[in-house]
């Protein structure tokens, strides 16, 4: 079995056939390299019983010969093989080996860089004289002397636009496949079979877009009615439009893009492997104080980049900007070369964000929360065998299957934030952001979500992770370190980063920033060797003009229409609240209470006018009907407004993710009030009946005659519907869900003083304009109306009549429709507020 000598930067091994040599960044390998562009296990040579062979295992830059980017390659003396780069990347030279050498050379130990509290970062200064800005203090001991090698070259990333005017197709690759076009042809695109094209992919439609080639030579594409809409150069044409295309022109659908050339067609098909960068993210708010400073990095394919700052350094705000959920106010986010804010309608299918919270209902089991995410992000003509199929896949994937029957609230930390990405792989994104993943778990957990994400990355995805833990760090191929401020201090590989700051430990590095927070951290990062490795190339590019409208009022395609997505989100809300038995049972159990309550104040009085006094001829009050409808109104009002009050604040980090992937804001607010205002006028009902039926009241009413009870029953039913409407309001509002308790408990009491039963509102000027803003105040007019409340309960001498109260059909539904009124105007502004919580672009 021959031996084979390699040779690389003055180094020289004698390979044994009987050993595979693992070559890449990892420093537990055989052969390591610290070249950026190498990845952490970049390739291996092994002997396979004929010859020396060489795999590449998927690196991010790749493994060339001749120019040639090459995954497997039988070794012969005189090759030589190019890592990261084809042309200036490391260089491997492999010879046949001498006679007689029969073991491989130890392998030398390359030295580390001198840390920069070495190269000129005196501590001893600060000591002996004020300086303008602190100097990072050294680690102990003497530091060893920097490694002299030249800055490799990182290549610079191509421009928007491409060559000749073209813009690029993920990153200007190959095509993947070709179809050729005739005159006068359709070319039909979508999932089914039939079609003439079929991309099998479930953000298609079944029958998504059509190509036509004129006899003139003109091309055109014209959507067919698809769900996530087909765009050309990023932007989305009207639903069933058409749009001539120029030479120029690029056609994305799904994950696929279409750009023609001469007679055919170029397929480019987004298979997760995509470049990253940002470029000069700057974000200003209000006075003019900037929170995120001039931030420049990019990333290449398959990588995993984590980005950790303490408190106010920004990583919050880069991650809005990077994500498209608030665009920075200059500067640019690259997705291989698609400036993202431009193209956001289209690009946003690609991107997954897991945010801190889990963006899942807890009650439901994993399968089921994962089928109603994938109804709601799917095309309404995705069959269930389809979904199924899709969410099947990715339970495998993320070791889920066990646990598919599972209640979420069930499940371990480290399991609920598996099924939190499980819910982002469902669309297949090319690009995941995650922010604190690890918050709030343990050493064993935190190591397995990061083991995850390192999987993600290898799997052929880019993964940028925000998070405070350092324990892990060593898997991530890059590190963004952010100072406060919101500038870059450090990026580059995880194991360098501490060399760099001079410092032993995170803690140390932490500490440093925030006892010098007017230190000049970036303008020390750009004059460092780093960042002449890592990121001047990326710095050095200004942002470049992008071939597409300005950033406008887009509104991206829904993937289902409005009454696909209502009923998909009722469905799931019913799912939610069976699967909460105490809140079934609070759900009965409090109108019951309420409405029983009642029954104690004077149990044998009725409802009716006491007859008058025989000496005077004056109607005595009746006190116990104004106390009774007092008790079933406010009880209304509590019950109502509770069963709201936490709603859409429990929900918002899902409501903000599923509004950034097409949800409609219109069709979820509606499925909150319809099953809600199911639940709370079903309530009122209840409080209504016990309330009125054990006494006695008119035998006839106003408006439905002998149903008495009926006609009392609707004004608490309507109070209940109103006041619930009223707690989405605050909920809607308020930023924490301890907020709520406080102002439900406010709203009851409010109602109280405003129902016209404790004393009289008409004719107290200011007081009673007030009233006509409380629910309460309508729904005992009209409950007061049917009973004829100024007999009843009259005004005293010099008072008029409470014309709220008149015993008339017109008085009462006027009543009734101011009731109703102020529930339409608590839904308008729900809708208001809810904006609030948006991704900023989805607000246009």
């Known amino acids: 079995m021959p031996e084979l000598v390699l040779e690389t930067d003055g180094r020289t091994w004698t390979l044994d056939p009987s050993t595979s040599y693992a070559l890449g960044r990892d420093p537990q390998g055989d052969i390591v390299f610290h070249d950026a562009r190498v990845s952490w296990r970049h390739a291996t040579i092994s002997f396979d019983g004929r010859g020396w062979v060489l795999e590449d295992h998927g690196s991010t830059n790749g493994t060339f010969v001749q120019g040639r980017r090459i995954q497997r390659l039988e070794l012969v003396p005189g090759t030589a093989v190019h890592l990261g780069n084809a042309t200036d990347g490391p260089r491997l030279t492999l010879s046949a080996a001498a006679t007689g050498a029969t073991a491989p050379q130890v392998q030398p130990q390359p030295q580390p860089q001198q840390p920069y509290a070495a190269q000129g970062v005196n501590p001893g200064g600060a000591a002996q004289q004020a300086p303008a800005a602190p100097q990072a203090p050294a680690p102990k001991g003497p530091g060893p002397q920097p490694q002299q090698r030249p800055a490799p070259h990182i290549p610079q990333q191509q421009s928007p636009g491409g060559a000749a005017g073209t813009p690029p197709v993920y990153g200007d690759r190959s095509p993947t496949t070709f179809h050729r076009f005739a005159l006068g042809r359709v070319m039909r695109i979508g999932r089914a079979l039939e079609n003439d094209l079929v991309v099998s992919d479930l953000q298609v439609s079944r029958h998504h877009a059509e190509f036509h080639a004129a006899p003139d030579g003109r091309f055109e594409i014209r959507d067919l009615g698809s769900h996530n809409g087909t765009y050309v150069n990023g932007q ?92 920075a106010d200059r500067g640019e986010v690259l997705y291989d070369n698609r400036n993202l804010y431009k193209q956001f309608a289209e690009l946003r299918q690609r991107i997954g964000l897991v945010p801190q919270d889990d963006i899942l209902h807890k009650e439901l089991t994993v399968k089921k929360a994962l089928t109603y995410a994938a109804k709601l992000r799917f095309p309404a003509d995705t069959t269930a065998a389809e979904r199924d199929a899709r969410i099947d896949e990715v339970l495998r994937e993320l070791k889920l299957d066990l646990h598919k029957d599972k209640k979420v609230t069930s499940l371990s930390g480290g399991q609920r934030k598996r ?133 406008q009022a887009i509104k991206p395609p829904k993937p289902q229409g409005w009454f696909s997505q209502w009923g998909t989100l009722v469905r799931r809300y019913l799912s939610v609240i069976a699967s909460d038995r105490g809140f079934l049972a609070l759900m009965v159990i409090l109108p019951a209470v309420l409405g029983a309550v009642s029954l104690l104040i004077d149990p044998d009085h009725g409802l009716l006018p006491n007859p008058p006094k025989p000496d005077s001829g004056r109607i005595v009050p009746n006190g116990t009907a104004t106390t009774v409808l007092l008790i079933l109104a406010v009880g209304a009002c509590f019950a109502g407004a509770a069963n709201s009050v936490r709603e859409l604040i429990k929900e918002r980090v899902i409501y903000e993710r599923e509004r950034a992937t097409g949800l409609s804001r219109s069709a979820y607010l509606m499925s909150k009030v319809f099953v809600l205002g199911l639940i ?27 149903a008495t009870l009926v006609e009392l029953s609707l004004p608490i ?70 009973l004829d409340f100024n007999r009843i309960s009259p005004p005293e001498e010099g008072a008029g009549a409470d014309p709220l109260w008149e015993h008339t059909v017109g008085t009462w539904a006027a009543d009734m429709l101011a009731l109703l009124a102020l529930g339409v105007i608590c839904g308008f502004f729900v809708a208001r507020f809810l904006r609030r919580h948006e991704p900023e672009v989805m607000r246009k």
């Open 419 to 551: 099924v939190s990405v499980a819910l982002e792989l469902l669309t297949k994104p090319s690009l995941i952001f995650l922010d604190e993943p690890t918050s709030g778990l343990d050493p064993g957990m935190d190591r397995d979500v990061m083991q995850l994400l390192r999987g993600l990355a290898d799997d052929g995805r880019t993964v940028l992770v925000v998070t405070h833990s350092v324990a892990e760090l060593a898997l991530c191929d890059k590190l963004l370190v952010m100072a406060p401020g919101g500038a870059v201090a450090y990026f580059g590989p995880p194991e360098e980063a501490l060399n760099f700051f001079g410092y032993g430990s995170w803690a140390d590095v932490f500490s440093a920033f925030e006892n010098y927070r007017d230190y000049d951290w970036a303008g020390r990062w750009k004059g460092s060797q780093h960042y002449q490795l890592y990121a001047a190339d990326v710095d050095a590019a200004a942002p470049q003009p992008v071939q597409t409208p300005p950033l």
């Open 680 to 706: 709370t006028v079903g309530q009122g009902l209840l409080v209504g009946v016990i309330g009125f039926a054990g006494r006695e009241i008119p035998e006839e009413g106003l408006v439905l005659g002998g």
């Open 236 to 327: 989305p044409i009207p639903k069933g439009g058409s749009r001539t295309l120029g030479p120029a022109d690029i056609v994305g659908v799904g994950h696929s893009a279409f750009r023609i050339v001469g007679d055919r067609l170029e397929e480019f098909v987004d298979t997760g492997e995509v470049s990253f960068s940002a470029r000069h993210l700057t974000v200003t708010v209000d006075g003019g104080k900037q929170i995120l400073k001039d931030v420049s990095f990019g990333v290449p394919e398959k990588s995993l980049i984590a980005v950790i700052g303490p408190s106010g350094s920004g990583k919050s705000t880069l991650l809005k900007a990077l994500t498209g959920y608030r665009p």
């Open 717 to 786: 039913m309507a109070l209940g519907f109103t006041s619930m409407m009223f707690g989405l309001v605050i909920s809607s509002l308020v930023r924490t869900a301890e907020k709520t308790m406080p102002l439900l408990v406010m709203f009851a009491i409010v109602q109280v003083v405003f129902t016209g039963c404790l004393f009289a509102l008409n004719g107290a000027v200011g007081v009673n304009q007030v009233s006509y803003l409380m629910p309460s105040r309508w729904a005992v007019a009209a409950a007061g109306a049917t």
